[in-house]
């Protein structure tokens, strides 16, 4: 399953919205995962199931989608928010990631 | 608290082989299955390989299969990763990843720090 993740980058300012999609080639139900990565570091677990935020993660963080369409919706960017974004499939093996989105600011 | 710590990475001549281990604690490790996912220099992550808690049952990725073997003892809360036969696309950092209930439908909840692998003459 491929899965493409758009933009694959973008520029936002402090206190903006941002919102990161995600396509499947087929469906994935909702077994949809979010990660977030800073450089240097290893990835954060930010969502799974598409929309449940994994515990002690800000509620400023959403997810959305079922099927093939998905979003991650980050509100009032912080600067610690500026990171790379990834989405996972685990519906099916081989699991999958989208190439990434960096959020950087402008 | 939950820690998974990588350990074994390192340089590695091409068709060399390296054990990568995975310390975890803070958990009932047996009741979780577990996975690797590596990152190239510069790159994006890849899913590398899965066990679940009872041994019972590995996946791998194409690019690995019949190179790499997964494993895990449950009486030391490890997780390994037996990698054969390096090529120089292996180099990435290694991540050890646990799951939230099985990997399969259940998803990553937790990722250790990482471990460099290397492979290069």
């Known amino acids: 399953i491929q899965m493409t993740q758009s933009p694959s980058s973008l520029s936002a300012s402090v206190g903006d919205r941002v919102t990161i999609t995600c396509r499947a080639s087929q469906s994935i139900n909702n077994y949809l995962a979010w990660f977030q990565q800073k450089p240097g570091q290893a990835p954060k677990s930010l969502i799974y199931?598409?929309?449940s935020l994994q515990s002690g993660v800000p509620s400023k963080f959403s997810g959305s989608g079922s099927g093939t369409d998905f979003t991650l919706t980050i509100n009032s960017l912080q600067p610690e928010d500026f990171a790379t974004y990834y989405c996972q499939q685990y519906d099916s093996y081989p699991f999958t990631f989208g190439g990434g989105t960096k959020v950087a600011i402008k | 608290e939950v820690q998974l710590l990588e350990s074994g990475g390192g340089l590695v001549q091409p068709g060399g082989s390296l054990r990568l281990s995975c310390a975890a604690s803070?958990?009932?490790?047996?009741?979780?299955?577990m996975l690797w996912v590596r990152q190239a220099p510069g790159k994006g992550l890849e899913w590398v390989s899965s066990?679940?808690?009872?041994?019972?049952?590995?996946y791998y990725a194409d690019s690995v299969k019949g190179r790499f073997t997964i494993s895990r003892d449950n009486s030391k809360n490890t997780l390994y990763l037996q990698m054969n036969s390096l090529r120089a696309e292996d180099t990435a950092v290694y991540y050890c990843?646990?799951?939230?209930?099985?990997?399969?439908?259940?998803?990553?909840?937790?990722w250790g720090q990482g471990t460099l692998v290397t492979v290069s003459s």
């Open positions: 199931a598409s929309s």
């Open positions: 066990i679940s808690g009872d041994t019972a049952t590995t």
């Open positions: 803070g958990f009932t490790f047996i009741s979780y299955s």
């Open positions: 990843a646990k799951c939230i209930s099985g990997c399969h439908k259940g998803g990553i909840d937790y």
